[in-house]
């Protein structure tokens, strides 16, 4: 597996920085730990499916449909640092926030007007029990950073999105060795099911990324997986995806809508076309 220099790196930012107020990813792999093949596509697939959430809820209060853009490369393909920290996974998890900002900033790929989402590879499954699994965003400057476990991106898969399957015994070795218990990927309520817990990952995600373009917190109308992106309905995002499956629903919130209408990430985009994980109907 390649892992990029630095002076890799510094050209891809350089590229990046053309143009403004897109969305990029730095992956950040601890010294002593195998970086995930699958991370740069996986994260680029995660990114096109919520620009569609955004967009289809913006239009939805009225707004037209203002979405994010995602930052690429003349290939158009996903500008993706991906960094080998200088730390071990049981150094780099005690701060993993921090770790992910001191990766950024020697690498010259820290900003104030940047939008950036960090993985971070430095999870652990032990007995069944996922540790190092947190997530948080915020605002930075114009832009924002998102700071998330690489479990939420390894769970959010579209293959998973329409199994109603339950996960006890199996092993997912892009995850772990050890076998799954029945709740190892299902830690605050996200749900049992294959399709809850792929729901629930592109969901959460999805709300830390709100959070780096300025969005608060709102409990409106919100209830446990059927409720605002900004609160405990991100867990209900497989019904945003596949309403045919689930009573359960994530949307944007009014008082959201209005701050994103506002933003300069945002705007009238041309996307690809909405992907498999989207049920037949709701395809435009």
Known sequence: MVVHSFRVL???????????????????????????????????????????????????LNHVPKTFEIATDNREELVFHQIRSSLEKDEFRK??????????????????????????????ILNGKASGKGARGGKRGIGGEAFLSSLHLKMARREWIADNNGYDGKVFKWISPEPMKADTLSWNRRGRKLGDVAGSAFGMMAHELGHSFGLSHDKTN????????????????????????????????????????????????????????FHAETVK
């Open 95 to 124: 701060n993993p926030v921090n770790n992910c900002k001191n990766v950024g900033k020697i690498h010259g790929l820290r900003s104030m007007n940047d939008a950036v989402v960090y993985f971070h590879e430095s999870y652990s």
């Open 10 to 60: 510094e050209a891809e930012s350089m590229h990046y920085r053309t143009k403004s107020f897109t969305v990029r990813v730095i992956y950040v792999v601890p010294k002593n730990v195998e970086p995930w093949r699958e991370a740069k596509r996986r994260a680029h697939e995660w990114l096109e499916d919520i620009q569609w959430f955004f967009a289809d809820q913006m239009e939805k």
């Open 222 to 277: 919100d209830r446990n997986h059927k409720g605002n992106l900004m609160y405990n309905g991100c867990r209900g995002m497989l019904g945003y995806f596949r309403p045919d499956l689930t009573n359960d629903f994530c949307v944007l919130s009014v008082r959201n809508a209005a701050v994103l209408n506002k933003n300069d990430f945002f705007a009238v985009r041309d996307l690809k076309p909405k992907s498999v994980i």
